[in-house]
């Protein structure tokens, strides 16, 4: 069994910053690589940032220069920087591992936190 726990969501203030944390745990051998998604209401889901296991980075078009993904394999931890937020940013972000068990490898989902960025 594998759990991602999500945190550092909240309100914010156009401009502002948060800091998005994500920490699998369970019967991990490895974790391969680690995403952030969002979901605003009414659109679907879609890519915010990756990042795989030896450190490349990919970012959705309306978030580079911003946002910034970085991990602790240590850990197994992913964490998402969000900086210069703008109101389009509030949605429920969503991290997604893909994760190598000792049985099987897995797509593993956190349960969301929602992004609040309003004056």
């Known amino acids: 069994q594998v759990q991602l726990v999500e945190s550092g969501g909240g309100l914010v203030q156009p401009g502002g910053s948060l800091r998005l944390s994500c920490a699998a745990s369970g019967s991990i051998r490895s974790v391969n690589d680690m995403g952030w998604y969002r979901q605003a209401p009414g659109k679907q889901r879609e890519l915010v940032a990756e990042?795989?296991?030896?450190?490349?980075?990919n970012y959705a078009d309306a978030v580079k220069g911003r946002f910034t993904i970085s991990r602790d394999n240590r850990e197994n931890t992913a964490y998402l920087q969000m900086n210069s937020l703008k109101p389009e940013d509030k949605a429920v972000y969503y991290c997604n591992f893909v994760v190598r068990t000792w049985q099987r490898a897995m797509n593993a989902w956190g349960q969301g936190t929602q992004v609040t960025v309003s004056s």
């Open positions: 990042i795989t296991n030896d450190y490349n980075t």
